[in-house]
């Protein structure tokens, strides 16, 4: 009896342990729409715009965004430009917010139930948010628009904050331009 209630302790305490590290580790999450009825195949060129009111990182960090994006668009045809004619308009905007997150550790206990000792601590950790859209200027209407949570990090190194933004990027651009 004593046994199968340490086994039991045991696998809860790992189930646990499990679930707080997914929840820790979990993926950029990416979310995309579109304007019902466009047609993107008449889109080739496209200018970068200030969207009026928006927040915005350092100039380091805007230019890496700008790059990253601008990899990805050159992989589906579209060419940028400074020119005011440019069929798309294109925009971002960041949100850098807070989350707890939870660490927990674990380790088994002797023969008797209950024997095992856990600790959960909590820190708080930054998410960074970018809102990619893109406007047709003749129509002054947002086309498409998306966005990437756990994108940009404040903190770390510079190749490892580059290489998850471009991940990103690749991961909210994959399905663009939408298939109608």
């Not at 969207?51 to 990805?72: L, T, W």
């Not at 807070?98 to 708080?124: C, D, K, L, P, V």
């Not at 950790?125 to 047709?136: A, E, K, Q, R």
Request: proline share 3%; net charge positive; hydrophobic share 35%.
């Amino acid at each position: 009896m004593r046994e199968s209630r340490n086994r039991f302790a045991k696998v809860g305490m790992g189930l646990v342990l499990a679930f707080v590290t997914c929840m820790a580790m979990s993926a950029q999450d990416v979310t995309t729409n579109a304007m019902p009825g466009t047609d993107f195949s008449k889109y080739h060129t496209y200018k970068w715009v200030t969207i009026e009111g928006a927040k915005y990182p350092n100039q380091i960090i805007d230019a890496q965004i700008k790059d990253a994006v601008d990899s990805q668009l050159a992989t589906k045809g579209l060419t940028k430009t400074t020119d005011d004619k440019a069929d798309l308009y294109i925009g971002y905007q960041t949100s850098l917010a807070q989350q707890e997150q939870w660490n927990a550790y674990g380790m088994g206990g002797g023969y008797r139930w209950g024997g095992g000792m856990a600790t959960a601590t909590s820190s708080t950790i930054n998410i960074g948010t970018l809102v990619l859209d893109m406007y047709d200027p003749a129509t002054k209407q947002l086309v498409w628009t998306g966005r990437a949570t756990k994108t940009i990090d404040g903190g770390g190194n510079q190749q490892k904050k580059q290489k998850n933004l471009d991940n990103a990027m690749k991961k909210l651009l994959k399905n663009f331009p939408p298939k109608q």
